[in-house]
C-alpha cells in the first residue's frame, strides 16, 4: 500500500462517521417534536378510555347484572337473572379488610352440574379464609350458564365499578353456542394487530384513533346506517342447541370457526386491558376438556369425497366393526386406512384413539382424541386455538395462568383427560374444582395478595370437611339429576357404525 493510499484510508473513515452523524442528526431533528409532543400530551391529557367496542357483536336489551336490593344496602342478582346465575351478593358499600374477588365464566365457574357449593369458587374462599382469616374473603361466582366470552366483557365493565381486587377468568368452552355470523372476519396478521396494540400505548397514537372511531361512529349514525358486519344478539343467551333441531343446524363452516377463534381472542385481550386500565390484577384459566370418554357431539364426511371414495370408507368402517377387541391391531389399520381418504370425520378419529387407549399407546391415542375433538361439527369443548390464545394472552400481557388442563393431564395415569376428573364433556368432578383452588390460591400467594402461613392446609382440610358435611342429600340428588339429563344430551353409542350420510351425518 502506498502512503498516499494510507493517509486516504483515515479521510474515508472520517467521511463515513460525518454521513452516519449527519443522518442520527437529522433522525433527531424530525423525531424530537414528536417526542416533545408526546411528553405534552402525557402531561396535559388524560389518557383515553379503553376502547370497549366489541367489533363482531352489539346486544339489545342488556340489563345489569347487579342491582341494589330492597334495603339498597347490597347488589344481588335479580330474579329475572337467575335462570342462568345464581344467587350471588355483596355489599354495596366495601367495608374495610374485605377482599373482593369475582369470578367470570360458564356454567364450569357456576359449578355444573352441581351448583356454587362445590364450585372452585368456593373451595378457593375456603382456602383463602385458612390463610388469612382476619381478611373479609368475598368470592363472587359470576358463572353464567351457556356464557361465552364475549358476554363476559359486558359483565367485567359493571364490575369494575363494584370495586373489585381481582378477576379471575375461565371460559372458552361456549364459544360456538350461540349463532353469529363474520361477514367481514379481519385477515390482518397477528404482528400488524400487535404492532398496534403496542402503539396504542403512545398518547398521541391513541388519541389519534379514538378521534377516528368516534367520527366513523358519528357519520354511522348520522347516515341512518347500521354496521351489518355485526350480530346484535338478545340480551341473554340464545343457543343454538335449545331450539328444536339445533345438532342439525351445526355443519363444517370454517369461517365461522376462524372468526369464532379470532372473536374468542379478541375478547380475552379486550378483558385483560380493562383489567390492567383500572389496575385490578387477573388469573386467567386454561380449560380442560373430557377427551378419552365424550365422543364428538357430530360428524360430517369430507363434502369433497367422491362416491368411490365414500363407498371405500364405509367398507373399511364396516369390517373394522366386525372385529373383535382381540384384533385390535388389525382394527386400528382399517380405521386409519379409512381415516387416510376421510381424516375430518370426527367419530372416526375418535374410534382410533379408543384403539390406541386399548393398545396403552397413550400418546398415539391421545393425539387421535384431539384431532376428533378439533372436527367435532358442534364444538361444545375448546379448540386448540383457543387454548393457544389463552396462552398468548397470558404471556404477552404477563398475567398469570392457572393451567387447569394441565393439572389434570398430570394427574390421570395415562396423560389424558377422562373420567377420572371430569363429569362430562367439560365440567371437572368436585375433587377436580378443589384442584382447581388450590392452584389459584398459590397463584394469589405468587401474585403476592395472600401468604399461606404453615399449617394453613389442616385448618383447610377442617373448613373443607365442614362445608361437605353442610351439603344435604338433595344437593348431590339434584346433581345427579342433571348429571343425568347431561349424559343423554351429550353421550351417543361409541362404536356403533357409520351412518351413510345425507347432507350431514349425525353421530
Known amino acids: 500500500m502506498t502512503p498516499a493510499e494510507d493517509d486516504t484510508k483515515p479521510s474515508r473513515r472520517r467521511g463515513r462517521l ?24 402525557r402531561l396535559c391529557v388524560p389518557a383515553p378510555a379503553i376502547d370497549l367496542d366489541d367489533p363482531y357483536v352489539s346486544f339489545s336489551g342488556l340489563c ?21 346465575f345464581c344467587p350471588q351478593s355483596f355489599a354495596a ?108 400505548n403512545l398518547r398521541s397514537y391513541s388519541l389519534a384513533h379514538r378521534f377516528l372511531s368516534n367520527r366513523r361512529a358519528r357519520r354511522t349514525r348520522h347516515e341512518g346506517a347500521e354496521d351489518s358486519s355485526k350480530t346484535v344478539l338478545p340480551g341473554e343467551v340464545q343457543a343454538k342447541l335449545d331450539f328444536d333441531e339445533g345438532l342439525e343446524s351445526y355443519h363444517r363452516d370454517q ?79 382399517l380405521l386409519e386406512q379409512a381415516a387416510a381418504l376421510d381424516n375430518r370425520h370426527a367419530r372416526l378419529l375418535y374410534l382410533i384413539g379408543k384403539c390406541y387407549e386399548h393398545m396403552g399407546r397413550s400418546a398415539q391415542a391421545k393425539s387421535w382424541f384431539v384431532l376428533a375433538k378439533e372436527q367435532d361439527i358442534c364444538p361444545l369443548r375448546i379448540l386448540e386455538p383457543m387454548h393457544d390464545a389463552i396462552l398468548d394472552v397470558a404471556a404477552q400481557y404477563h398475567i398469570p395462568l392457572v393451567d387447569a388442563k394441565l393439572l389434570i393431564e398430570q394427574r390421570t395415569e395415562d396423560g389424558i383427560p377422562g373420567d377420572e376428573w371430569m363429569l362430562d364433556h367439560v365440567h371437572p368432578s368436585i375433587a377436580g374444582h378443589q384442584l382447581i383452588a388450590d392452584s389459584l390460591c398459590r397463584a394469589m400467594e405468587n401474585m403476592e395478595l395472600v401468604h399461606t402461613p404453615q399449617g394453613w392446609r389442616s385448618i383447610r382440610d377442617e373448613l373443607w370437611q365442614r362445608h361437605v358435611s353442610s351439603l344435604n342429600a338433595a344437593y348431590y340428588a339434584r346433581g345427579a339429576a342433571r348429571l343425568k339429563r347431561l349424559h343423554r344430551w351429550s353421550r351417543g353409542p361409541i362404536f ?8 350431514s351425518t349425525e353421530d
Not at 356403533?496 to 347432507?503: E, I, K, L, N, T
Open 64 to 84: 345489569p347484572l347487579f342491582v341494589l336490593d330492597s334495603t339498597g344496602t347490597r347488589f344481588e342478582i335479580p330474579e329475572q337473572r337467575l335462570t342462568y
Open 18 to 41: 460525518r454521513v452516519v452523524f449527519f443522518h442520527l442528526a437529522a433522525m433527531v431533528v424530525v423525531l424530537s417534536p414528536l417526542v416533545l409532543g408526546e411528553l405534552v400530551l
Open 255 to 333: 369461517v365461522w370457526c376462524e372468526g369464532t377463534i379470532e372473536h374468542f381472542r379478541n375478547n380475552l385481550e379486550t378483558m385483560v386491558r380493562m383489567s390492567r386500565g383500572a389496575a385490578v390484577p387477573v388469573i386467567l384459566v386454561n380449560p380442560v376438556s373430557n377427551l378419552k370418554d365424550c365422543p364428538p357431539f357430530k360428524s360430517e364426511f369430507r363434502d369433497d369425497l367422491s362416491e368411490r371414495e365414500l363407498e371405500r370408507v364405509l367398507e373399511l368402517w364396516e369390517r373394522s366393526r366386525k372385529l373383535d377387541w382381540a384384533d385390535v391391531y388389525d382394527k386400528v389399520r
Open 93 to 200: 358499600t366495601k367495608p374495610p379488610g374485605t377482599f373482593r374477588v369475582f369470578c367470570l365464566g360458564g356454567s364450569t365457574v357456576q359449578g355444573r352440574p352441581y351448583s356454587v357449593e362445590t364450585s372452585f369458587t368456593t373451595w378457593l374462599k375456603l382456602n383463602l379464609r385458612a390463610a388469612r382469616p382476619e381478611t373479609d374473603w368475598e368470592v363472587v361466582n359470576c358463572g353464567g350458564i351457556s356464557y361465552a366470552s364475549y358476554r363476559l366483557v359486558p359483565i367485567m365493565r359493571e364490575l369494575l365499578a363494584h370495586e373489585p381486587d381481582l378477576f379471575i377468568i375461565y371460559t372458552g368452552h361456549n364459544e360456538f353456542l350461540e349463532d353469529r355470523t363474520y361477514r367481514r372476519l379481519k385477515k390482518m396478521p397477528r404482528a400488524v394487530v400487535r404492532l398496534h396494540e403496542v402503539m396504542l
Open 496 to 503: 356403533d357404525p357409520p351412518p351413510r350420510p345425507s347432507g
